[in-house]
């Protein structure tokens, strides 16, 4: 098995977690404090991330240069507006469904990736993706039925929009770190990627941070008050995104993210467990879907 499956996995489990506590975190902080905690308290698990793989590896720190810098900038603030449009669209509907829009995210980076890294799939993968994305939207139709209408009616709900949104931009995010390990020189790509997630970290805190300072001050003091829980949200967060950006590297961006759909069964179950919430008939056949989905994206790789 190619060692980007279980990474990819990996990542899945890290990133559902962090992301029902944020969700728990949204009672108590506006969108953008519960995304500017994620960075905050992330930090430290990131730079712990680096230092152990420079002592590892042993290889020396890379040096960066502004075209690195730029394109972590840019990741970085596609990935705070993508977190707070999905953070926006678990107030619309439940966890669950809430990440399942922004799983559309998958077919839309592998057309992106297409184009700005020429990154070409097997038709298998594109079946693959293909129910994937029919499981996700069994999960968004909330049992309604697969009628064009139906469709269309769950496609302009806010939560919809909010959920498209963040995909899109989330795409985005992901090329932008990439072109940004491809610009930064460097033996080893482990170092490559820790040192790009601190970078892109320490940049998100500064951006993030400076407009809750303008507009939102108070949700600063409120960042620091609710430290016993985010700085949990933080932890995982580094620690997925250490994973995805890994597994960026060493293979195709969409066979990652497809393959990362098996968070929708992480979702399901903190869903149904952490957060108490009641799941439908149709959850157990967009699941199905998904994880079919996902082993048609292996054995076509």
Known sequence: MPIWIPIAVTAALF????????????????VN????????????TA?????????????????????????????????ILATNLLIMAFGYRNFAVGTAYGKTETVQSAVIAFIFLHE??????????????????????????????????ASIQ??????????????????????????????????RTMFGLVITNTLQI???????LLREPGQLAKAFSTWRTSMWAGTLSACGSACWATGFALTDVALVRSVGQI???????????YLKETLKRSDVTGLVLVVGGVLLIVIGH
């Open 47 to 79: 730079s712990l991330l680096l230092f152990l793989s420079l002592k590892i590896t042993g290889a020396p720190l890379p040096e960066a240069n502004w075209t690195f810098v730029a394109f972590c900038a840019a990741g970085g603030i596609a990935q």
């Open 263 to 273: 968070e929708l069964v992480f979702t399901l179950l903190f869903s149904r467990f």
């Open 120 to 153: 070409v799939l097997s038709g298998l993968a594109w079946i693959g993706i293909a129910i994937g994305l029919t499981g996700v939207m069994t999960l968004s139709l909330a049992g309604k039925g697969f009628k064009p209408r139906d469709l269309l009616m």
């Open 158 to 191: 806010p939560a919809a929009l909010c959920g498209l949104g963040a995909g899109f931009i989330f795409a985005f995010n992901i090329i932008f770190i990439k072109m940004a390990f491809y610009s930064l020189p460097g033996p080893s790509l482990v170092v």
């Open 206 to 212: 500064l951006m993030q941070g400076s407009f809750l």
């Open 15 to 30: 990133q559902c977690w962090r992301t029902a506590l944020q969700q728990k975190l949204r009672h108590l902080l506006s």
């Open 33 to 44: 404090g519960a995304g500017f905690v994620r960075f905050l308290y992330g930090a430290p």
